[in-house]
């Protein structure tokens, strides 16, 4: 069974549209997929039955401003509640552009097999949204969720970055960015019957400060969580090569340059996930017809 797992990485998670163009271009089709942050969103929308090319269609839709930041709301809760607030961007006009791609649909019953990631601050762990799974072995970074969800629930959940979005509150539960405890989850393609592996993992080169000023709120949060989070999966991808050896192609999509929310450049990016592909072809034949 031949699992696709898709890391998180803000903006460029449109990397991951431009690696499912090629993909088809080589007639590769997952059996299902596994994905975190800006990775759920796009795993959510291919499980949801849209092929490569209507993806690119739905994420040229998407703009900089469908991620604003929240300013009356940062205010009001600093000025008039004297609290700090619960975000900073506003992730609705976003939903609301996905929500009809999405309607009516649940993480059990998509056309295509799928697993969503997030992190519950209740429990303090890892949850993924999706079918039933049975793992054997050494426990997953992430606990099953009991109860079946609206695909569009568990995305909101999984690209909840912390401090940036708000968390959302699901069956008693606060939850954000699937990241936090596994941005990679290649444990859970494992764990959902995976006997192959295509990775696709997103590496923000730009996290390094080598500015003479000093790094804003934004740029001091973001980097940070993004350093935290490129440990931790390298961490988890190491453990799961060493425990499963399940046969894997992986690409490492080093990237910078890009705000999390910035984007711009969302083309050269779509461009750049399919070459990435078109580069390891034959790799990518081998283990497909493996």
Same mark, same amino acid.
Not at 159 to 168: D, H, Q, T, Y
């Given at each position: 069974?031949?699992?696709?797992?898709?890391?998180?990485?803000?903006?460029?998670?449109?990397?991951?549209?431009?690696?499912?163009?090629?993909?088809?271009?080589?007639?590769?089709?997952?059996?299902?997929?596994?994905?975190?942050?800006?990775?759920?969103?796009?795993?959510?929308?291919?499980?949801?039955?849209?092929?490569?090319?209507?993806?690119?269609?739905?994420?040229?839709? /998407?703009?900089?401003?469908? *991620? @604003?930041?929240?300013?009356?709301?940062?205010?009001?809760? $600093?000025? &008039? +509640? =004297?609290?700090?607030?619960?975000?900073?961007?506003?992730?609705?006009?976003?939903?609301?552009?996905?929500?009809?791609?999405?309607?009516? /649909?649940?993480?059990?019953? *998509? @056309?295509?097999?799928?697993?969503?990631?997030?992190?519950? $601050?209740? &429990? +303090? =762990?890892?949850?993924?949204?999706?079918?039933?799974?049975?793992?054997?072995?050494?426990?997953?970074?992430?606990?099953?969720?009991?109860?079946?969800?609206?695909?569009?629930?568990?995305?909101?959940?999984?690209?909840?970055?912390?401090? $940036?979005? &708000?968390?959302?509150?699901?069956?008693?539960?606060?939850?954000?960015?699937?990241?936090?405890?596994?941005?990679?989850?290649?444990?859970?393609?494992?764990?959902?019957?995976?006997?192959?592996?295509?990775?696709?993992?997103?590496?923000?080169?730009?996290?390094?400060?080598?500015?003479?000023?000093?790094?804003?709120?934004?740029?001091?949060?973001?980097?940070?969580?993004?350093?935290?989070?490129?440990?931790?999966?390298?961490?988890?991808?190491?453990?799961?090569?060493?425990?499963?050896?399940?046969?894997?192609?992986?690409?490492?999509?080093?990237?910078?340059?890009?705000?999390?929310?910035?984007?711009?450049?969302?083309?050269?990016?779509?461009?750049?996930?399919?070459?990435?592909?078109?580069?390891?072809?034959?790799?990518?034949?081998?283990?497909?017809?493996?």
């Amino acid at each position: 069974m031949l699992g696709l797992v898709l890391s998180g990485g803000g903006v460029y998670g449109f990397l991951h549209v431009g690696v499912l163009q090629g993909l088809a271009e080589l007639g590769i089709v997952p059996d299902f997929a596994v994905g975190t942050s800006a990775g759920a969103l796009v795993a959510g929308l291919w499980a949801a039955g849209y092929d490569p090319d209507r993806l690119v269609a739905m994420a040229r839709t /998407l703009e900089t401003g469908d *991620l @604003p930041i929240d300013w009356r709301h940062i205010s009001h809760q $600093l000025v &008039r +509640r =004297r609290r700090l607030p619960d975000h900073l961007v506003s992730v609705e006009p976003l939903m609301a552009k996905v929500a009809p791609w999405v309607e009516g /649909l649940t993480v059990r019953t *998509l @056309p295509r097999r799928c697993w969503i990631t997030a992190t519950s $601050l209740t &429990r +303090r =762990r890892g949850v993924v949204f999706g079918p039933p799974l049975a793992p054997a072995g050494p426990p997953m970074a992430v606990e099953a969720w009991p109860e079946d969800v609206p695909l569009a629930t568990a995305i909101r959940a999984s690209i909840a970055v912390p401090g $940036l979005f &708000r968390p959302v509150r699901v069956g008693g539960e606060w939850l954000v960015d699937g990241g936090v405890v596994d941005d990679y989850p290649v444990d859970v393609a494992v764990f959902a019957g995976a006997t192959r592996l295509i990775g696709v993992m997103i590496e923000d080169r730009a996290a390094e400060w080598t500015a003479a000023e000093t790094p804003d709120l934004f740029t001091t949060a973001l980097k940070s969580l993004t350093l935290m989070l490129e440990d931790a999966a390298g961490t988890r991808r190491e453990l799961v090569a060493r425990t499963f050896g399940v046969r894997a192609v992986e690409l490492r999509l080093a990237v910078e340059g890009q705000g999390l929310i910035d984007f711009r450049q969302r083309d050269q990016l779509i461009a750049l996930g399919l070459e990435a592909t078109r580069a390891r072809a034959d790799a990518l034949r081998r283990l497909a017809a493996a």
